[in-house]
């Protein structure tokens, strides 16, 4: 079952694009590099997006939910994907999209390929951002959520 689907985004691209038009020159490359970093992102998330949809949408047994944002304490989780199944199993998932590829190198570090530069480079991790999402789901979980019991056990998180 569907809870929320994913936001439209059309207009913060349409602010993008204004502010291109208008920005000074030394500040266009920037602008149109964000451009087209968000249009990749949010193809990869539509495109995520209509495949869990197509699996769970009849569902009983899990419920999802697009585009979760949450301020919590002073932390901002901003979750593309939260599936929740009857048995309160949380799954948190991450959309990135790369278009000429990704690679992590020994340290563990995320490196992806910029074709206008034809060269690898340094990208925040999609893990770390799952993981600090996790921590704040289980903070609001524990302040909020009473878990339920199963013949007798409560389920844990």
């Known amino acids: ?9 059309s207009d913060q691209l349409k602010l993008l694009e204004n502010l291109l038009q208008h920005a000074p020159a030394n500040s266009k490359a920037k602008i149109e590099s964000y451009i087209r970093n968000l249009k990749a992102g949010l193809a990869g998330e539509r495109k995520t997006s209509f495949y869990i949809d197509d699996y769970f949408k009849n569902s009983t047994g899990c419920f999802v939910i697009h585009d979760l944002r949450i ?3 002073g932390r901002v989780a901003q979750i593309d994907h939260l599936l929740i199944n009857r048995l309160f199993e949380v799954f948190v998932l991450e959309t990135k999209h790369f278009h000429a590829g990704v690679k992590i190198n020994e340290s563990g570090e995320f490196l992806r390929w910029n074709n206008f530069a034809k060269k690898h480079e340094g990208m ?7 993981e600090r999402h996790i921590e704040i789901l289980k903070d609001l979980f524990d302040q909020f959520i009473v878990l339920p019991t199963r013949l007798g ?3 844990k998180q």
């Open 71 to 73: 301020d919590w304490r």
């Open 153 to 155: 056990f409560t389920l």
């Open 124 to 130: 925040p991790s999609p893990l770390s951002q799952n």
């Open 1 to 9: 079952m569907i809870l929320k689907s994913a936001d439209d985004k």
